[in-house]
């Protein structure tokens, strides 16, 4: 199947369709596209591609080479939340697999999600292997999360009910993506993926990072930040901001109202402290501005809304809390960070 064929086979009724949020991807959409044209098992696919208001030529070059796959153009920069809500509404396939513009997948990928959502016949959230691009190395099988919702990296094969599936590459039913209502669109971007499998895992449906297969992911490249160079954490204000905020929001809307009054008050402390030596040791107070004040503004501006939908996730609620936790490990995830890379470096 050639490039200007990519899109096809396109039935009447698509089995699967491949979302993909692209801003600025135009070095890598190729490579991401055509990892979905050449999988295995014929089956029937779509592409959807949102354009973020891209500035590098992104959307006329998918437009002159994938002819096939179907364009969404936005006028303006709405994020990956908004960008995936939008594919979503137009998706006529009975599966939605979120992919990034940065990740390519194996060409088994897209049977052995198919194979898997169709043994395991109710409504999951699953995902494969990640691997780096470069280096080819495994990132992770999943997720596990600590107690204040940071990932951990899950790297073991045989344990594949986890915590959170990145949403570089999350494979989710059209029914199921309904019923969760999508992405929090004020969310904007980062923690979305950690929201929905929340949200998911609450109201009984398996969040799976299966064991074989997988996909190739440039991590950092589509957002900037969150990959480790020579050693160090590299990362940057916009995504840290971004996910102290959205991680906090998650906490209030999914953990049980005793726990958030022990939990919340600690994880505000450890903000406090985490803010003061970035700010100490960067010798800027660029980190308080950027990342840490603009969480307490963030909090009061929201708490109408986060209390509307955490009433509404909780009367989903279908699984007893200890079943929600079982994915969690108690050790917290930016202390062994910490103790292996040093101080992140923020760019």
Known sequence: MTPKDAGSPAASHPVVSVCIANYNGIEVIDDCIRSIVEQRGSIPVEILIHDDASTDGSADYIKAHYPNATLIESSDNVGFCVANNRLAAIARGDYLLLLNNDAALFPDALQTLLCEAERLNTSAILSLPQYDAQTGDLIDIGCLLDPFLNPVPNQNPQRNDVGMVIGACLWISKMLWNELEGFPEWFESIGEDLYLCCRARLAGNPVRALGQSGYRHRVGSSFGGGRISDGKLITTYTRRALS?????????????????????????????????????????????????????????????????????????????TKQFFLPFVWAPRKLQMLFKHGIPKLV
């Open 244 to 320: 102290e905020r959205n991680k906090t929001f998650v906490m209030v809307m999914h953990y049980p109202a005793l726990l958030i009054l022990l939990t919340l008050p600690i994880h505000i402390i450890l903000l406090l402290i985490e803010c003061f030596f970035l700010s100490a040791f960067h010798m800027k107070t660029l980190p308080i501005k950027r990342i840490y004040i603009p969480l307490w503004p963030a909090l009061f501006r929201r708490r109408w809304l986060l209390a509307t939908t955490r009433k509404n996730i909780m009367s989903n609620a279908k699984v007893h």
